[in-house]
DNA sequence: GTCTATAAAAAGATAGAC
DNA sequence: GTCTATCTTTTTATAGAC
């Protein structure tokens, strides 16, 4: 086990790291500036850049700590052992209760289709992983009985999709979506 | 029928227009400046302001336009008779040719649930219309025996998720995500 | 470590000439 | 209708004091 204690340092980057993801989430990664993210945690923006050194280079690291955090939150060992279906309705819960980082999620992955975008090449990864991940899941579920005669990473390429498409409309919607019951309908459906 | 003449001035219009969408496809809004827009059609910044008095009404019109036309496009009446899930088939299928315009509406609409987004009105009415649309189609196709229990209103948002969710995918991962075969074997769920 | 000062660039918008 | 000139604001980033 590695050392994992926190110098007074470490702490600045974790809130400076929270700070920017609130203000990611609302703002999108351009339209947030660094003195607004540095303001939030009581600090102008020369000093928000004594920890980083450039806007690029803080968004890179936000989504590195976020996949370490949903890697906790998940429970998914590295064999995927722990996940499940209905793991992963729970997680379409948990969601719903945290509208802050859904949109984070929702505005920097679109964001990231763009040219020369800086989270580009972090989202392009993150879906290949999680599609395989998830194909596992159903595969280990489902087998090869699933309807239409998908095969695992074509349900899998479905659940995020859905997954995500929810999650835009929910945003949008002023409490006419019910992101839970519609995924889990959609569950269904893969059931059989 | 009214007088559908169009005066240099209107064309001159409908350039910009096509132009910006292309520009916020490319840069996201924030991204995309007026001089760039300009640029394309061969004027600069202010002689675009001269067609249009700001940035955010230029957005607000394209995406005017683009209803417009995508209206025309699915030959859909105003009571929806014509369409049917093999046509919102076809339009996955056509979509998967157009990666422009999957890419613009993926990044405006994700960007639209920032603060004071000047999309945000247009995008929450366009997903509730949609929505209705495609449950009338869903009703009128299906009836009341959807899978799991669901009404065509569920239904009918799980479709537009999909398409949205896989767009996404299909922008972020050459080639590896084939969104018309994806979708078709959605439909095939939806059918049971 | 955090600040002040400041550079340097870019953007949206307005005024007015032609 | 389109341009040049210009204003004003905002933003990222650097240099250096404390």
Redesign the pocket.
Same mark, same amino acid.
């Given at each position: 086990m590695v050392d994992r204690r926190r $110098?007074?340092?470490d702490e600045?980057r974790a809130e400076i790291l929270d700070a920017a993801l609130e203000t990611f989430a609302e703002k999108g990664f351009r339209g947030?500036?660094?003195?607004?993210i540095a303001e939030r945690v009581?600090?102008?923006?020369?000093?928000l850049?004594?920890?980083f050194? $450039?806007?690029?280079e803080l968004l890179v690291e936000v989504l590195k700590l976020r996949d370490e955090r949903d890697t906790d939150a998940l429970g998914d060992n590295a064999d995927g052992s722990t996940m499940s279906l209905n793991a992963l309705s729970t997680l379409v819960e948990v969601n719903a209760g945290r509208r802050g980082i859904v949109q984070s999620f929702t505005v920097l992955s679109a964001d990231s289709v763009t040219d020369d975008h800086p989270a580009r090449d972090y989202f392009v990864d993150r879906y290949r992983r999680v599609r395989r991940k998830f194909a596992a899941v159903v595969a280990a579920e489902c087998g090869d009985q699933l309807p239409s005669g998908m095969d695992p990473e074509q349900a899998a390429t479905l659940i995020i999709a859905v997954m995500d498409g929810l999650q835009l409309q929910w945003l949008l919607s002023d409490g006419e979506v019910d992101m839970p019951a519609l995924f889990r309908h959609f569950v269904a459906l893969l059931r059989d």
């Open positions: $110098s007074r340092g600045r947030a500036s660094l003195a607004a009581g600090l102008t923006q020369q000093g850049l004594h920890y050194p $450039s806007k690029e």
